[in-house]
């Protein structure tokens, strides 16, 4: 029996109900194998435990969790409640921080069913390797001077390291797809990081012979994804333009609510964690319309990372017979709740079984 | 009789086609006037001056253009000849910030008869206004350490002044427009500029309390201009985070071949400059197919900015009568020349006299 122990952290706003919904599928999915399980420990870190606590996650928070198998995450920050900086850094980014999640990978692709927003979508399936522990999201930096002489300094610190990583990942990565990496850059504008992140590409690309390695500025390549997007397969990116292209990525795909993230701990020291894109939705808070679909594809690339791929693609297979049936939530464009979407979803997998 | 005299910098690649190209329109809209003309003046800077003479501008060459009326500026930089970090620090960036043309607009709404990538354009119409001089585009920084080891940082350094000078502008606009104007952050995961950012977003727009004022974090600011663009006005951005924006702008209004730019001096003491947003196309050079409305449209840009506005916009309306007869480049689907284009222009431009 594979026994996994995975923390639950359902966060802020619609994250309590997604989070619920993605486990009730992985108890489903894990019955339909037989031989696997999982227990989710529930935590209730969040912006209210912030509220109450004074802080994100307790000192003890992280020997808490450093032990389980997983951790899967819903939605994290409520500037209504706690200012994002505070919340994010306080949680989110220190979970990815201090269990060296240095990797973020995000598909983009259309699912059956779903609108992409593109008018000509032409199919396109990427997927953004983006480097999670370092760069532009850097605490270096500061102020100086009195009012209106003040000035903010913010450093980014790229590691050959790190930036290696990333890059090594996406090319691993493409070896098993399309074979081919592109590199996003900004070396014409940004002036000793990019070239610096340039080089280490062309360095590392020597060792993929076999991949097709090219480069893009930022700018052009977020303009792509808008109108070639079928140009691309693996994008290996930096924290903060990793982070722009896969809400774009989201964009297209017809709603954040559906698009999917892993943040791997590549060295097996401590738990990867699966979290969706979206945030916490304060707007649709308790109306039940939450689409559960980001979470679930997150749950589907927690398979994949278990080594359940095949189980990874039957949970895929089945969300799109079910968006592909127009059973959609209103972000989509239809009428159902998060619970009918997650209930069609289960009793389509029981009926595979 | 008001002279206007205009230093040309046609640049590389299709910069030499499209700008002579966009000249000839405002001779003609000078012709239509009566009480104008344009005098322009040729300056060689590009990669190929730059491998003839070891620089991308002489010495004397920010001394040579700075009594002109405003630069008239192709595109800059051919990685194949120049790495782009010299040939776009060595002069773009250059005159940007030598001639202190802090601000720069870029407008994105979808012209007649060109058809918009996205789905549902939903008659979008917005300007994003972006700090042009500072921010993460910052020659500060370095590298340290070798081999494995080594790591660069870069610098972005946000100036209140800079700062609070780009949303002071953006609110200016946005008083003569829809009155809405949007921030473009990320305070959520950059630690310092973007807190220093947002607090001096939440300052100024206290001065404007009839504007209506908001904040989005880039990564759903982006998504926004693929699934809601017309949700915006004016756009306030960073340096770095305006140029992704403006990109994806020309990417929903159909072919980044039609945006225009204006880099604005707005003390007066220098000349202006106005690019069109595309670079320079190295796989069409010579062709005769590139699309000569990103100059055209900027060369309208340069006419508000002399208070022509209403030869501005009848410009802007004959180009769309162009466009809407679907008279358009290969970008646009068309099979249209630059010449013919421009010359379809040209001859309608003249019948409105
Ligand atoms: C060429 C490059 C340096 C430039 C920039 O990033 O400013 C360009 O992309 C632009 O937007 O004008
Ligand atoms: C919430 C924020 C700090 C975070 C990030 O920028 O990393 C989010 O946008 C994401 O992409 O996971």
């Known amino acids: 029996m594979k026994k996994l122990k995975i923390a639950s952290i359902p966060g802020d706003g619609i994250g309590r109900e997604v989070v619920p919904a993605a ?25 209210e435990y912030y509220l109450e606590h ?5 000192e003890d ?3 808490r ?14 500037i209504k409640l706690v200012p994002d900086h505070i919340s994010l850094w306080g949680l989110l980014i220190k979970l990815r921080r201090e269990f060296e999640q240095v990797i973020n990978i995000r598909p983009a692709k259309v699912l059956k069913g779903v609108q992409s927003t593109l008018l000509n979508p032409n199919d396109f399936d990427l997927m953004v390797v983006r480097e999670n522990s370092e760069g532009e999201y850097s605490s270096v930096g500061g102020r100086m001077f009195k009012g209106e002489d003040e000035i903010a300094i913010q ?14 990942y996406a090319f691993e990565l ?9 590199s996003a850059t900004k070396s014409n504008g940004i002036y000793y990081s990019m070239p610096f992140w340039d080089e280490v590409f062309k360095e590392v690309s020597k060792d993929y012979p076999n991949i097709d390695a090219d480069s893009q500025h930022i700018d052009a390549l977020a303009a792509f994804f808008v109108t070639q997007p079928e140009r691309f397969d693996v994008i290996v990116a930096s924290n903060l333009f990793g982070d722009v292209l896969t809400d774009i990525g989201a964009g297209i795909m017809g709603s954040v609510g559906i698009a999917p993230a892993a943040n791997i701990n590549v ?10 894109v979206h945030g916490s939705a304060p707007d649709i808070i308790g109306k039940g319309i939450a689409n559960p679909i980001g979470q679930i594809w997150t749950a589907k690339m927690m398979l994949d990372y278990f080594d359940e791929e095949e189980l990874g693609t039957l949970l895929l297979d089945i969300v799109e017979s079910v968006t592909g049936d127009r059973i959609l939530t209103p972000d989509l464009g239809g009428k159902s709740s998060t619970k009918e979407v997650t209930n069609e979803i289960i009793s389509r997998l029981k009926k595979r079984t």
Chains 1, 2 share one sequence.
């Open 61 to 63: 928070g992280l020997e």
């Open 23 to 47: 486990e009730d599928v992985l108890h489903t999915v894990a019955e339909i194998h037989g031989g696997l399980s999982f227990e989710f420990t529930n935590f209730p870190y969040s912006c």
């Open 54 to 58: 004074g802080e994100m996650i307790p």
């Open 174 to 182: 493409a070896e098993k797809r399309k074979k081919h990496v592109t």
């Open 155 to 168: 450093n980014s610190i790229f590691s050959r390291k790190g930036t290696e990583r990333a890059m090594r």
């Open 267 to 276: 060295n097996g020291k401590y738990p990867s964690m699966f979290e969706s």
């Open 65 to 78: 969790l450093k032990d389980f198998h997983a951790i899967f995450l819903g939605a994290v920050g409520n």
